[in-house]
């Protein structure tokens, strides 16, 4: 079981260099590794004949640092708790107006598809990181797993997409651009960030755990609401 986990583990990083290393070099949106790698996972899964369950139980030490790695976040946050107590206001009103806003366009978005049941419930809290999806999914009824797959999807679209957002729309500003990723495209959003600098990085952290916490309350408050107009 040990050479499994390793192994699984190894495999999982090594892909994820190479994207990395293709990206870097092409910077190209479509090399992006979070789009490039799955796919080449999905590729060797299918190849070695190897359920999905079976890999996520051999490569579940890199799904256990997920935790750790959202917690580290707060080190920049408080390294700047002093320009975010200024603008407090502005992220407050601005993440809780994206947190509701990427339930209604997930919920909505799911009507016009003709998607419902558990699918329709997984899906609503695609816009917040991982972790914390997870646990809102279980309290709200949905499927885990697939909670995580349309957090995968939301975080690559918005991690591919949302640098040329910024450069069409001419946003400037540090904080408007961490904002924007962190609730938007959350932990791959806040990489993304972290490219531009420790400021947009540190924004986009706390978009990112405020959407998640919001998502959460959304969870015994506006979800249900939804719930109850399509039940």
């Not at 092409?26 to 369950?53: K, Q, T």
């Not at 603008?87 to 809780?96: H, L, N």
């Not at 695609?126 to 995968?152: C, D, H, N, Q, Y």
């Amino acid at each position: 079981m040990l050479i499994e986990l390793m192994l699984a583990t190894l495999i999982t990083y090594l892909v994820y260099k190479f994207g990395k290393f293709a990206y870097r070099k092409h910077a190209f949106p479509l090399l992006h590794p979070l789009l490039v790698c799955p796919i080449i996972l999905i590729g060797l899964i299918r190849l070695f004949d190897i359920s999905a369950s079976e890999y996520m139980e051999h490569s579940r030490l890199l799904t256990h640092m997920l935790g750790p790695a959202t917690v580290a976040f707060a080190v920049p946050i408080y390294k700047h708790a002093g320009l975010i107590k200024k603008y407090t206001a502005e992220i407050f009103f601005s993440v809780t107006a994206g947190s509701v806003a990427a339930i209604l366009t997930s919920f909505f978005l799911a009507l016009w598809v003709h998607i419902n049941g558990d699918w329709i419930i997984s899906i609503l809290p695609r816009s917040i990181t991982t972790p914390i999806a997870i646990e809102v999914s279980k309290e709200i009824g949905g499927l885990p797993a697939l909670t995580t797959v349309f957090v995968i999807i939301t975080g690559i679209i918005g991690g591919i997409i949302g640098p040329s957002i910024i450069k069409w729309m001419s946003i400037k500003t540090p904080i408007a651009k961490g904002l924007m990723l962190g609730m938007a495209a959350h932990g791959v959003g806040t990489s993304k960030a972290m490219e531009y600098g420790e400021l947009e990085g540190t924004f986009s952290s706390l978009s990112m755990i405020l959407a998640g916490f919001l998502t959460l309350l959304w969870g015994y408050s506006l979800i249900p609401v939804l719930l109850r107009f399509i039940s």
